[in-house]
Structures are given as structure tokens and as C-alpha cells.
């Protein structure tokens, strides 16, 4: 079946260190986005690609980074410059439509803590 | 930029009631708008989308919107509520930008179902 896969499901981290939070699609979506959920907030966006090799800015970008070298790939980086890490974090992926009518999926999302 | 606003964080039912989640977005073109659900610790799953066409939409587990262009509301009902309705519910509304489609979502509502 078709979907998108993150990992890992939980990520601890110290304080300093960056980490690498996987989002995979084999849905063979053009679009992927990474939010940011916390308690009450809904969802914010960090980053999003539309195209191999190139991706924009979020509402929240700061104290992060993403690579998209692979269409079916959108790895997310938590940098040490991101002082509030802690957050449950969604991929999602959808298909490129020039009426922007189509819907987003999702993964199962990534929780990181600090420790 | 679109905004989505959910009135109600949290709305309780009694099981076998009436389930209704308001949605209004603000939008100057006809949106593209949907709902999704999402369980603790999982990613958001797409109940239904309104695009073109009939303005009473029907998604998965009986629940169904309305599309009112007139209220700006896209308000999601369900006649019966499970226990296994509960959850949190988006409401969300797509858009391009100058990159490309993106996704606004509302804060989200809460739905508790008491027996």
C-alpha cells in the first residue's frame, strides 16, 4: 500500500545536537511538508518542496532545515539553533494539481523530547 | 493569506448525539476545503473535501459538510456520535502561492463523546 512513512515514532535529544527526523512517500506525490504540532496550536508549517532540489520557507523555519534530493524523500533537520524542540512533528505529501485542489497525506508523525 | 477559523476547541456529546464542528475560512475564490481527523499519537486522516460541485459532501464514518459560499462555513456533522468519534478534528483550506499549493488549517477541535 502506498503511504508515508516517518521515523522514528519517538527521538530523544540533548540539548546541542541536531537530529534528523525521515519522511519517506512512495505515493509518488511532486509536494511534501513538514509541520510542527504543539498542544492547541494545530499544525504550523516549517518548510515545503514542491520540486526536487528546492523547497521554501514555512511560518516557523527558523532552527531548521530540510534537503530534498529524492522525490520520494524530505528529511528534516532539528538544528541546536531551534531552542523549543519539543513538539510532535507531521509529514505530509500531496499531488501536484494546477487548481490546488488535491488533498494532503500524512504520516504518523515523529515525537521529539529533549532530555 | 487564508485563515481557517474553528469555533470551539473542545465540544462534548453524548453518545448516539448530534455531532456538529463549525468551520468558517476567509477566502476572495472559491477554496478547496476539507476536514480531517486525527487520533492521539497518529498523523491526520482525510474525512472529506469539498472542491466542485454538490456543496453537501459526504466523507467516511457517516460524517458529512456543507458548503455554504454564502457563510464562508464549511461546518462537518454526523447524526449519531460513537465513542470511537473521539478525537481531534482540522478543518483546512487550500491555496497557491507564489511557490506553489499550499495548506491552511485550522486550531482544531477537540470532540469528546460521553457515554
Known amino acids: 500500500d502506498g503511504g508515508i512513512t516517518q521515523s522514528p515514532k519517538y527521538l530523544f535529544r540533548k540539548e546541542g545536537q541536531n537530529v534528523t527526523l525521515s519522511c519517506e512517500q512512495n505515493?509518488?506525490?511532486?509536494?511534501m511538508y513538514w509541520y510542527r504540532q504543539d498542544p492547541g496550536q494545530g499544525l504550523r508549517l516549517i518548510y515545503y518542496?514542491?520540486?526536487?532540489?528546492?523547497?521554501q520557507k514555512g511560518d516557523i523555519a527558523e532552527g531548521y532545515s530540510v534537503s530534498r534530493e529524492k522525490k520520494e524523500s524530505f528529511p528534516l533537520t532539528v538544528t541546536s539553533a531551534q531552542k523549543n524542540p519539543t513538539a510532535f512533528y507531521l509529514c505530509a505529501s500531496s499531488q501536484d494539481s494546477p487548481i490546488n485542489n488535491q488533498p494532503q497525506h500524512f504520516g504518523d508523525g515523529t515525537r521529539l523530547s529533549i532530555l | 493569506a487564508q485563515s481557517v477559523t474553528q469555533l470551539g476547541s473542545h465540544v462534548s456529546v453524548s453518545e448516539g448525539a448530534l455531532v456538529l464542528l463549525r468551520c468558517n475560512y476567509s477566502?476572495?475564490?472559491?477554496?478547496?476545503l476539507f476536514w480531517y481527523v486525527q487520533y492521539p499519537n497518529q498523523g491526520l486522516q482525510l474525512l472529506l473535501k469539498y472542491t466542485t460541485g454538490a456543496t453537501l459532501v459526504k466523507g467516511i464514518n457517516g460524517f458529512e459538510a456543507e458548503f455554504k459560499k454564502s457563510e464562508t462555513s464549511f461546518h462537518l456533522t454526523k447524526p449519531s456520535a460513537h465513542m470511537s468519534d473521539a478525537a481531534e478534528y482540522f478543518c483546512?483550506?487550500?491555496?497557491?502561492?507564489?511557490?506553489?499549493?499550499?495548506?491552511?488549517f485550522g486550531p482544531g477541535t477537540r470532540l469528546s463523546v460521553l457515554p
Open positions: 505515493l509518488n506525490h511532486d509536494a
Open positions: 477566502s476572495s475564490v472559491p477554496p478547496y
Open positions: 483546512a483550506v487550500s491555496e497557491l502561492d507564489n511557490y506553489g499549493q499550499n495548506f491552511v
Open positions: 518542496s514542491q520540486i526536487v532540489n528546492d523547497f
